[in-house]
C-alpha cells in the first residue's frame, strides 16, 4: 500500500502536502556570497520574485549595504542571517504555489558560457513534461537562434530529433539577454567554493608484503581488461605460463601504459592521456555521455568519442557504446531513419 507519493512536484501523504525537498534542494544547500559579485547575483534571483517576500528591502539591507560604493567587504553574521531568511522564503509555499493553468508557463532557460541551450531547453520541456504538456509554454532565452529553428528546413539529424521533442508543445520562443534573465542566471553559475577542499587522510602503509601493488586476478568477469598491465607497472608482476610470442605482445602493448597511484593510463594513437576504465564505471561514463543532462544521444561512435573526450579509455567502448545505444527507447523511437526503411519514391 503506497502511504505518500509526488503528484505535480509536491509530497502527498496523510498528515496533508508539502513541498517536494528535491525542487528546493539547490536554493536550500547555496552556500553565502564570498564576493560582492556573489552577492549581485544572488540579490538579482531573489529580487525576481520580491513581490512574493513582505518586508523584502528589510531583510535584504544587510547585504545591498556591501554593494555600495567604497565600502569594504565582510560578511558578517548580519549579513548570514539575512541570507538564511531569504534562502527560507524562497522555498516556502506561498511562493511554491500550485499554478493557474489558464495562464501561460513562463520557462527561462540559460546555459551560461559552457552549454547547449538548446539542450538545456530539451532537457526542461522532458523534465516538467506534466506542467507543459497541454499548456502554452514561453521561452526565455538568450540564444537568438532558437526563435528560428522551427522554420529550418536542413536541419542535421540530432536537431530535428530535439525538434520532435518539442512539437508536442505549444512554445513561443523569445529572446531575452542573460543580465535580465536574472532568475536563471544566477543559478547557471553557482559555485561552490567547498568542492575543492580535500580531507585531508593518512595514508594506510600496514599492507602485507605479498599483496603490495597488486591486482587481484580471479578470472571472472569483475577483473579489469587491464589487471596485467596495471601488476606489471605497480609491482613488475609479469604473467606466467604464456607463450613466448603472447609475451612478446604484452610488452610491445604494456609500454603504452603507466601506472600514477591509484590508477592505470594510456598513451593513446593521438598522444592524449587516458584514464582506464572497466565494467559498471564504463557503463556509468558511456550513460552519462550518452543520454545524460548534456547527452544528446548521439550516435555509437560520436558516443564513443565523448568518452574519450572526456579523458577516459576502454578496450570495449565501441562494442557497449554499439549495445547502449541499441537499448536506448528513446534512440529507437526518435532515430535517423536508415535508407533500408524509407519509403521508395515513386513517380506520379
Known amino acids: 500500500m503506497v502511504k505518500e507519493g509526488i503528484v505535480f512536484g509536491y509530497k502527498i501523504y496523510k498528515n496533508g502536502n508539502e513541498v517536494d525537498k528535491a525542487k528546493v534542494d539547490v536554493i536550500a544547500k547555496l552556500p553565502h556570497p564570498t564576493t560582492v559579485k556573489g552577492i549581485r547575483s544572488f540579490l538579482g534571483h531573489v529580487v525576481f520574485y520580491r513581490r512574493f517576500i513582505q518586508d523584502f528591502s528589510k531583510i535584504a539591507r544587510p547585504m545591498t549595504r556591501l554593494l555600495e560604493k567604497d565600502t569594504p567587504f565582510f560578511f558578517s553574521q548580519e549579513c548570514v542571517e539575512a541570507f538564511q531568511v531569504l534562502k527560507k522564503k524562497l522555498t516556502k509555499e506561498p511562493i511554491l504555489f500550485s499554478p493557474d493553468w489558464d495562464l501561460p508557463f513562463e520557462l527561462m532557460c540559460y546555459a551560461s558560457d559552457f552549454a547547449i541551450e538548446l539542450l538545456a531547453v530539451v532537457y526542461a520541456f522532458e523534465k516538467f513534461q506534466p506542467y507543459l504538456v497541454l499548456s502554452k509554454s514561453i521561452v526565455y532565452t538568450d540564444h537568438s537562434a532558437l526563435k528560428y529553428l522551427f522554420n529550418k528546413q536542413d536541419a542535421k539529424p540530432r536537431l530535428l530529433r530535439w525538434v520532435l521533442l518539442l512539437q508536442e508543445f505549444d512554445i513561443t520562443v523569445r529572446y531575452k539577454k542573460g543580465a535580465e534573465n536574472l532568475a536563471v542566471d544566477h543559478l547557471s553559475r553557482l559555485e561552490n567554493p567547498h568542492d575543492s577542499?580535500?580531507?585531508?587522510?593518512?595514508?594506510?602503509?600496514?599492507?602485507?608484503?605479498?599483496?603490495?601493488?597488486?591486482?587481484?586476478?580471479?578470472?571472472?568477469?569483475?577483473?579489469?581488461?587491464?589487471?596485467?598491465?596495471?601488476?606489471?607497472?605497480?609491482?613488475?608482476?609479469?604473467?606466467?605460463?604464456?607463450?613466448?610470442?603472447?609475451?612478446?605482445?604484452?610488452?610491445?602493448?604494456?609500454?603504452h601504459y603507466f601506472w600514477d597511484d591509484p590508477f592505470l593510463f594510456k598513451i593513446c594513437a593521438d598522444q592524449v592521456i587516458r584514464r582506464c576504465v572497466h565494467d559498471h564505471e564504463a557503463v556509468d561514463i558511456l550513460k552519462a555521455c550518452h543520454n545524460g543532462p548534456i547527452g544528446g544521444h548521439n550516435s555509437l561512435n560520436y558516443t564513443a568519442k565523448k568518452v574519450f573526450d572526456s579523458g577516459f579509455y576502454c578496450l570495449t567502448i565501441y562494442r557497449d557504446a554499439h549495445d547502449l545505444v541499441k537499448s536506448c527507447d528513446a534512440c529507437q523511437c526518435q532515430g535517423k531513419i536508415s535508407q533500408r526503411d524509407e519509403m521508395p519514391h515513386n513517380s506520379i
Open 197 to 255: 577542499v580535500l580531507d585531508k587522510k593518512e595514508i594506510n602503509e600496514t599492507f602485507p608484503l605479498e599483496t603490495l601493488n597488486v591486482v587481484s586476478s580471479c578470472g571472472d568477469s569483475s577483473t579489469p581488461w587491464f589487471a596485467h598491465f596495471t601488476n606489471y607497472h605497480a609491482g613488475n608482476f609479469v604473467v606466467k605460463g604464456i607463450s613466448s610470442q603472447q609475451k612478446n605482445k604484452f610488452f610491445k602493448d604494456v609500454k
